[in-house]
């Protein structure tokens, strides 16, 4: 059985990612109307993520007695894809407060090093068969494993691109910031193939319109099955 899983983003009037500068107080303030078990992310958007952590990392705890108090005893569970073994700051990541703990998703593919790096560090992983990190697997595994029910994916567009291309996603929420960028290349919130025919096109309704502080517009979609 699958989670619910909620993909959830902020873009600019055109739907470009990159270059404004988005409310991240806005951001998570509406994201954090979701009460869900788990949030899903890349090891893009994760060593994005580590280059402000890290700038803040010298008041973290050190010693293992301190890095289990200082997780949060509630909250979700900080899922990310890495199946080419690049993240290697697990002990920050688990450190913040804002989950309970991380789980790591890897692949066939993922070298027996960074396996045994994982071990030794600790972490749980999910290993999918597949060449590249199997998401229908990855997403079922957490709930029969570990009573996931919900899911919000906290990602770039390549991620969004594999969930929502492999029919995983159940709801679509963008916050619309008011600025326009322009360029001949945007970075995509939704990043995937181009189709050869109209078939696999994913039809979306909306449900919700709000208009948030500063001008931001919320959108939320249902994912038509």
Do not use: C
Request: aromatic share 8%; glycine share 8%; hydrophobic share 40%.
């Amino acid at each position: 059985m699958l989670p619910r899983v909620v993909v959830h983003n902020m873009v600019s009037v055109h739907r470009r990612a990159d270059w404004f500068t988005p409310d991240v107080g806005l951001y998570y303030e509406v994201a954090s109307r979701w009460h869900v078990d788990a949030i899903l992310s890349g090891n893009e958007t994760m060593l994005e993520g580590f280059k402000d952590v890290e700038g803040r990392a010298e008041g973290l705890p050190s010693d293992p007695e301190q890095e289990e108090s200082a997780r949060a005893s509630h909250g979700p569970l900080m899922v990310v894809t890495d199946g080419r073994g690049r993240i290697r700051q697990w002990a920050l990541l688990r450190n913040q407060p804002y989950w309970r703990d991380a789980l790591a998703l890897v692949s066939a593919a993922t070298l027996e090093e960074y396996l045994a790096y994982l071990s030794e560090e600790g972490l749980e992983h999910i290993l999918t068969a597949e060449e590249r990190v199997d998401m229908g697997a990855a997403l079922e595994r957490p709930h029969s494993r570990y009573g996931v029910e919900s899911v919000r994916v906290d990602s770039g567009g390549t991620l969004n691109g594999a969930v929502l291309r492999e029919g995983l996603v159940d709801e679509l929420s963008l916050l619309i910031d008011p600025s326009l960028v322009g360029g001949t290349s945007p970075r995509s919130v939704f990043v995937a193939p181009d189709f050869t025919s109209s078939e696999g096109v994913i039809d979306v309704r909306l449900t919700h319109l709000e208009e948030l502080r500063g001008g931001t517009v919320w959108l939320r979609y249902d994912v038509v099955r």
